[in-house]
C-alpha cells in the first residue's frame, strides 16, 4: 500500500461524481505495504481507502472485490466495497482500476497477545468457511513457480548460506504441492498489519489482493509465522496453542495437514523471505514506499527448517 499514482484535486472531483458517497474533502497517501496505490479518502460524509491498482489485471481484480463482499454479506468482519452509480465494482482513473473502500475503525496490532491469537484463529477459521463457495479461479501468484523464478533472479545477490536455506525451503514446499491437501480460498496475506483491532476486539480484516486458491494449511501458516513468532523467528507457544485451538474450534485441522504442518511453515517463510529479498534489491519506484526486512524472514525460515514442528489440538 504505497503511492504510486499522484491524483489532483480535479481528478479525483471527477471521479467521485460516479459515485454517491459525498464530496472530496481530504486525499491522504497511506505509505504501508508495496504492492498498490492506497489513499486515506475523506468526504463530507465518510471515511473511506481509494485504492488504484497497480498490476493487476482487471479480470483479477474483480474478482478480489467481489471475493471481499461476498465475505461481507456473510457477516464476516471485513470492508465492503463501494458500488458506483452504475453498480460499478471498480473504475479507471488515469488508465487504471480504482476502488472505494469502506474504512474499517481500529488499527492494527505490534505485539499481539496469547488472546489476540485466538481471536485471529478464530477470524481465520470463519475466513475459510465463508470463502468454502466462493468459486474463485485465481491462481497464487506466489507459487512453487514463481518461488523458483524469483530464486534465480536473486543468485548475484544473495549469499551461499542463503541459497542452501532456499534450495532445502523449495525442496521442502515441492514435497507438500504433490499432496491432496484440503483447499480452499485462502487470503495469503493475514498479517498483523492486515488485521484491525478496536477496544480489545477484532474489527475487520483488509487486504484481499493475494486472496487465491490454495492448501488451508498453508494460509494458516502464513498466521501462524507472523502472529506467533517472537524477534528472533521462534514460535512463542501459548500464542500458537491459542491460534490453533480457536482455528480447530471453526474449521476442524485434517490429519493430513496435520503431518505436512512443517513444510506448510516452510512454504510460507520461503514466499516472504523471497518477496521481501526481490523488493530489497528490485525495487520499485512511488512517492511513498515502504519496504520490509528480509531479515525477520529469514530467521523464522531457519527455525522452521531446524527444528520439528508439531500440530497438537
Same mark, same amino acid.
Given at each position: ?69 461476498? *465475505?461481507?454479506?456473510?457477516?464476516? %468482519?471485513?470492508? +465492503?466495497?463501494?458500488? @458506483?452509480?452504475?453498480? #460499478?465494482? /471498480?473504475? $479507471?482513473? !488515469? ?94 496475506? *493475514?498479517?498483523?498489519?492486515?488485521? %484491525?483491532?478496536? +477496544?480489545?476486539?477484532? @474489527?475487520?480484516?483488509? #487486504?484481499? /489482493?493475494? $486472496?487465491? !486458491? ?100
Amino acid at each position: 500500500m504505497s503511492v504510486y499514482t499522484k491524483i489532483t484535486e480535479d481528478e479525483l472531483s471527477e471521479h467521485l461524481e460516479k459515485y454517491t458517497i459525498g464530496v472530496a474533502i481530504d486525499l491522504t497517501g497511506i505509505s504501508d505495504g508495496i504492492e498498490n496505490t492506497n489513499y486515506l479518502l475523506k468526504t463530507n460524509e465518510k471515511e473511506y481507502i481509494f485504492t488504484i491498482f497497480e498490476n493487476l489485471s482487471e479480470k483479477d481484480i474483480l474478482q478480489y472485490l467481489e471475493f471481499m463482499n461476498h *465475505l461481507s454479506n456473510k457477516g464476516l %468482519l471485513c470492508p +465492503k466495497v463501494i458500488e @458506483s452509480k452504475n453498480n #460499478d465494482l /471498480y473504475i $479507471s482513473i !488515469k488508465g487504471k482500476p480504482s476502488a472505494i473502500i469502506e474504512k474499517l475503525e481500529g488499527k492494527s496490532l505490534i505485539h499481539p497477545s496469547a488472546k489476540d491469537c485466538a481471536l485471529i484463529g478464530d477470524l481465520l477459521g470463519k475466513f475459510h468457511n465463508y470463502g468454502a463457495d466462493f468459486n474463485t479461479k485465481l491462481i497464487n501468484s506466489r507459487n512453487l513457480d514463481w518461488c523458483r523464478a524469483s530464486f534465480k533472479k536473486l543468485d548475484n545477490f544473495i549469499s551461499d548460506t542463503q541459497s542452501g536455506l532456499i534450495s532445502d525451503a523449495l525442496d521442502s514446499q515441492n514435497q507438500m504441492e504433490r499432496e491432496n491437501l484440503p483447499i480452499g480460498t485462502i487470503h495469503a496475506d *493475514l498479517f498483523r498489519d492486515n488485521v %484491525l483491532f478496536n +477496544k480489545n476486539n477484532i @474489527s475487520g480484516m483488509i #487486504d484481499f /489482493y493475494y $486472496s487465491c !486458491k490454495g492448501f488451508l494449511i498453508y494460509d494458516l501458516a502464513v498466521v501462524v509465522n507472523d502472529w506467533c513468532s517472537d524477534g528472533n523467528g521462534r514460535i512463542i507457544n501459548d500464542s500458537l496453542v491459542s491460534l490453533l485451538s480457536a482455528y480447530n474450534n471453526q474449521r476442524v485441522i485434517q490429519d493430513n495437514e496435520k503431518k505436512y504442518w512443517r513444510h506448510a511453515l516452510i512454504s510460507a517463510s520461503l514466499r516472504f523471505y523471497l518477496s521481501r529479498l526481490i523488493d530489497l534489491h528490485y525495487p520499485k519506484i512511488g512517492e511513498m514506499t515502504h519496504i520490509k526486512d528480509p531479515n525477520i524472514f529469514e530467521n523464522i525460515l531457519i527455525d522452521r527448517i531446524k527444528k520439528s514442528h508439531e500440530i497438537k489440538v
